[in-house]
């Protein structure tokens, strides 16, 4: 069976940072491209970053390059999503996803699994 369990969120003041991790399990993921997502109240899930599991190639959204950052770790099966810089506009439940797409990683409706979500609040 196939999990995605997201951890780290939190509260934090502006420009401020988190460390968001996706641990997956249930099958190996070296096949995958791996995509952080988020989702604000009254909004549709919008991509964030996604990674390449095999070969470490990574996309960012506009909004968050050059303050994000998403990384691997094979040893322990996890995708981790460092965030620094932290906007108040980056308040939302982050979600991680596994897809077998690699050119489509922006688009929510590609992932076959998902995690519960964390919530991030960034304060003013």
């Known amino acids: 069976q196939v999990q995605l369990v997201e951890s780290g969120g939190g509260l934090v003041q502006a420009g401020g940072s988190l460390r968001l991790s996706c641990a997956a399990s249930?099958?190996?993921?070296?096949?995958?491209?791996m995509g952080w997502f988020r989702q604000a109240p009254g909004k549709e899930r919008e991509f964030v970053a996604a990674?390449?599991?095999?070969?470490?190639?990574?996309y960012y959204a506009d909004s968050v390059k050059g303050r994000f950052t998403i990384s691997r770790d094979n040893a322990k099966n996890t995708v981790l999503l460092q965030m620094r810089s932290l906007k108040p506009e980056d308040t939302a439940v982050y979600y991680c996803?596994?897809?077998?797409?690699?050119?489509?990683?922006?688009?929510?409706?590609?992932?076959?699994?998902w995690g519960q979500g964390t919530q991030v609040t960034v304060s003013s």
């Open positions: 996803g596994a897809t077998k797409s690699s050119g489509s990683y922006y688009r929510s409706i590609v992932y076959d699994y």
């Open positions: 249930g099958r190996t993921f070296s096949s995958y491209t």
């Open positions: 990674i390449i599991w095999s070969i470490g190639s990574t």
